[in-house]
Every structure is written in structure tokens, then in C-alpha cells.
């Protein structure tokens, strides 16, 4: 049993998937990034300052989870888009392009900490302005790093990806396998 610090319902389906029981305690942390900070040392700070978060705001004693997506292409991070035009500026960029994804997931359990990260590219195929605009009027980009989800919709826009399926819906399965087995954590895999 862990507590899992997100809300996101997508992190419940995976941790659900491979047979983990938890809790869902969400955190609000300031998701800034530093100046300067590599995408990937992003997601990994974040991860564990979610994980920290959780640790301090819940009493029952069990291992916290916190976990980051970032979408990178070319060194800078693609985060939520603001609205709209943010969004339409985001999936340009990414059309026709290949870009990152950097998904960590940190274990917090008293003074015990780990954080484990995966990147995974992805190759976006070329999209007209039409599909783009389309996208942006279901509604599904809208609270998504890169502005597009790969388990929804955005699926048709995904020509390749190479490395972790899971790490980019948002919580990468067999870094979190590590990590629970590392902690004695049970799961589907291990009792």
C-alpha cells in the first residue's frame, strides 16, 4: 500500500494495471522549472518534491509516489499550454518532428528517498493546421504537457515512439516496478 501524490487519472489506471494498492493524496507544488534546468533534471526534481509534498501533508506512515512528465524538444520544455494559441504553437512545433519525453517517478518513505527517470522519443508525424485546430476543439490537449495526450486522440499523431509507452501517458511502469521492489512495496508482479 503507498499513498500516490497526484490527481491524475491516468497514474491511477497504471498504478491499478500492475495490481498496486494505494491512496490518492494530490499535492500543489510550484512546477517552475529553474533557469538553465535540463528538461530531464526537471522532471526528476519534480517527481521528488511531489513525493516529499505528500510525505509531510498525510500521517499514516505508508510510502509516498510522486511522478513528472516533461515533453522536450530540442532542450526546451513543452509544459500545459496556456490556451489555444498555445497550444496551436506547441503541436506545430512537435509536427513532423521527433521530441522527448521525460517521465520520473520518485518513492519518498521517511528519511528514504529514490527517484528513477525515463526518456522515451517520440516521432510526430506532419499535421496540417486543420487537424491542429480540430485537436484543439475536442478539448484533449488542453491539460497536457506538449498539448497532446498519446492514450486519447493525439494517438493518430504518434508516428514512432522508442522507450516507454507508460512513461509517456505519465507514469513510467518498469522504473515504478523498480522502485516498489526496492521498497517492499507489493504489486502485481511481487507480493
Given at each position: 500500500?503507498?499513498?500516490?501524490?497526484?490527481?491524475?487519472?491516468?497514474r491511477?489506471?497504471?498504478?491499478?494495471?500492475?495490481?498496486?494498492?494505494?491512496?490518492?493524496?494530490?499535492?500543489?507544488v510550484?512546477?517552475?522549472?529553474h533557469?538553465?534546468?535540463?528538461?530531464?533534471?526537471?522532471?526528476g526534481?519534480?517527481?521528488?518534491q511531489?513525493a516529499?509534498?505528500?510525505?509531510?501533508?498525510q500521517?499514516?506512515?505508508?510510502?509516498v509516489?510522486?511522478?513528472?512528465?516533461?515533453?522536450?524538444?530540442?532542450?526546451?520544455?513543452?509544459?500545459?499550454?496556456?490556451?489555444r494559441?498555445?497550444?496551436?504553437?506547441?503541436?506545430?512545433r512537435?509536427?513532423?518532428?521527433?521530441?522527448?519525453?521525460?517521465?520520473?517517478v520518485?518513492?519518498?518513505?521517511?528519511?528514504?528517498?529514490?527517484?528513477r527517470?525515463?526518456?522515451?522519443?517520440?516521432?510526430?508525424?506532419?499535421?496540417?493546421?486543420?487537424?491542429?485546430?480540430a485537436?484543439?476543439?475536442?478539448?484533449?490537449?488542453?491539460?497536457?504537457?506538449g498539448?497532446?495526450?498519446?492514450?486519447?486522440?493525439?494517438?493518430?499523431?504518434?508516428?514512432?515512439?522508442?522507450?516507454?509507452?507508460?512513461?509517456?501517458?505519465?507514469l513510467p511502469?518498469?522504473?515504478t516496478?523498480?522502485l516498489?521492489?526496492?521498497?517492499?512495496?507489493?504489486?502485481g508482479?511481487?507480493?
Open positions: 500500500m503507498l499513498i500516490l501524490a497526484s490527481s491524475s487519472p491516468r491511477r489506471e497504471l498504478l491499478q494495471q500492475i495490481g498496486v494498492e494505494f491512496r490518492v493524496h494530490a499535492v500543489d510550484d512546477e517552475t522549472p533557469p538553465g534546468e535540463a528538461p530531464a533534471a526537471f522532471a526534481r519534480m517527481a521528488l511531489k516529499r509534498a505528500g510525505w509531510m501533508a500521517s499514516s506512515g505508508l510510502p509516489l510522486g511522478a513528472d512528465t516533461v515533453v522536450s524538444l530540442d532542450g526546451s520544455i513543452l509544459g500545459k499550454p496556456a490556451g494559441e498555445d497550444a496551436l504553437h506547441m503541436l506545430g512537435l509536427s513532423g518532428n521527433t521530441h522527448q519525453v521525460f517521465s520520473a520518485a518513492l519518498v518513505h521517511g528519511a528514504r528517498e529514490a527517484v527517470l525515463s526518456e522515451t522519443r517520440v516521432r510526430v508525424r506532419t499535421l496540417t493546421g486543420r487537424e491542429i485546430s485537436y484543439w476543439d475536442s478539448g484533449e490537449p488542453a491539460d497536457k504537457a498539448a497532446y495526450a498519446i492514450q486519447g486522440l493525439g494517438a493518430l499523431f504518434v508516428e514512432h515512439i522508442e522507450g516507454s509507452y507508460s512513461g509517456v501517458v505519465g511502469l518498469y522504473e516496478g523498480q516498489l521492489d526496492g521498497f517492499g512495496v507489493a504489486h508482479g511481487r507480493r
